[in-house]
């Protein structure tokens, strides 16, 4: 049974202005796949027509992406086959030319401009086989760099050359842990105008601004830093104390009883840090991690949810609400039961002004969609439309 509760962005902290109440959130099967061990998660507007898709892949290689229509319709295509790739992946546009594109580890996919009908073209880049992928301008070209993350062979940044055809110029930044750079850790930490990287634990400093060298800081301590999956986290860099600098958002994934907090940078140079709980009695391995304004009040929530780790007998998905603004106080809201969440991703796909939630699981093959209904629930409702608990079958 898997049960919706109702009541109570590639990259998601997405603020608006709006109404202030606590979100509410309809559930809808996106479709299936035909593999399990789905990472690779995406938002991002594959065929240009206004609204975002879901992009998601296994580790065996296939990769789809499912074509929004309507919340309870969607249209699932091959986007690739063949991905060199463990669980990362990420979308943006790698050649220029206005499209999306996908990249999953050694692989990238290039969207051809007509995505419904023609196949994305696969090309090998050099990359090495990754648990994380994100991407961001690191050396201040104006383009996007791809980073990568492996236990086995590190922390890299690959550019991008102009012909992305051709093999991507690795840079090898630091060691490697089991997940710790999705879905957000490019910003800017000490306040010196260039591109800094968080990966979990530690955090490189750009020394010399464009990303040829690179300085370790270890002044991060949160999670487990022993066992088997030691200092695996998903972490979102943003100013939630609205004080001008960064800080960091930090769930513990790989851990059937993850945490999950905040990290204020409290010297603006990323030395000295303060960390804010959030929640350390979620019994879930919490996998995925949002950032973004899901109630409307203009501050920042978060959301997250269990994994296949999780300790609780039920999986579980969270909102946190930003009762005060600042991080200081935070109410928990229940919205799914029963079901898996792996690696999460937020942004308004229906385009009605509030942020919804697009995830799967890792063990299984059914894709959803989590409908923020805050906006819809500010027209009058009959008796039988009130909030409640909603089933799956």
């Known amino acids: 049974m898997k049960a919706a509760i109702i009541s109570v962005i590639p990259l998601a902290f997405i603020f608006c202005n709006g109404y202030n109440q606590s979100p509410s959130f309809e559930y809808h099967e996106i479709g299936k796949t035909d593999e399990d061990l789905l990472g690779q998660s995406s938002l991002a507007d594959v065929d240009r027509d206004g609204d975002l898709d879901f992009i998601v892949g296994s580790s065996t290689g296939t990769v789809w992406w499912f074509e929004y229509q309507e919340p309870n319709r969607w249209t699932r295509h091959v986007l690739g086959e063949n991905a060199l790739t463990d669980k990362g992946g990420v979308s943006f546009d790698v050649d220029g030319d206005g499209w999306i594109d996908q990249v999953s580890g050694g692989a990238w996919f ?20 990754a648990y994380d992928n994100t991407a961001g301008d690191i050396n201040g070209d104006g383009k996007p760099e791809l980073l990568a993350l492996s236990e086995q062979e590190g922390l890299f940044c690959y550019q991008i050359p102009e012909n992305p055809e051709k093999k991507w110029k690795p840079m090898r930044i630091g060691d490697g842990i089991n997940g710790g750079i999705w879905p957000c850790s490019i ?38 830093n022993t066992g088997k999956f030691a200092n695996s986290s998903r972490i979102m860099v943003l100013d939630m104390d609205k004080d001008g600098d960064t800080d960091l958002v930090q769930a513990e994934s790989n851990n059937p009883e993850g945490r999950i907090a905040w990290h204020a940078n409290k010297d603006g140079k990323g030395i000295n840090w303060f960390t804010h709980k959030i929640d350390y009695d979620t019994k879930q391995d919490l996998h995925s991690l949002c950032v973004a304004d899901f109630d409307n009040d203009g501050d920042a929530d978060v959301f997250s949810g269990g994994g296949p780790m999780t300790g609780d007998l039920s999986k579980r998905c969270f909102i946190w609400e930003n009762k005060d603004g600042l991080g200081e106080e935070w ?38 969609f989590l409908r923020n209904m805050i906006m819809e629930s500010q027209e009058p409702r009959t008796k039988s439309q009130e909030p409640g608990i909603k089933t799956k079958e």
């Open 110 to 129: 290039r969207n051809t401009g007509n995505p419904k009908e023609e196949p994305f073209q696969r090309y090998e880049n050099g990359a090495i086989y």
């Open 187 to 224: 910003a800017d930490i000490d306040n010196d105008k260039d591109m800094d990287i968080v990966r979990s634990n530690v955090w490189y400093e750009n020394e010399t601004g464009d990303g040829s060298k690179w300085t370790i800081h270890r002044t991060i301590s949160f999670v487990r």
């Open 331 to 368: 109410i928990r809201h229940e919205i799914l039961a029963d079901v898996e969440c792996f690696d999460a991703v937020a942004g308004d796909v229906d385009g009605d002004g509030d942020i919804d939630i697009c995830s799967k699981p890792w063990k299984g093959n059914t894709v959803y």
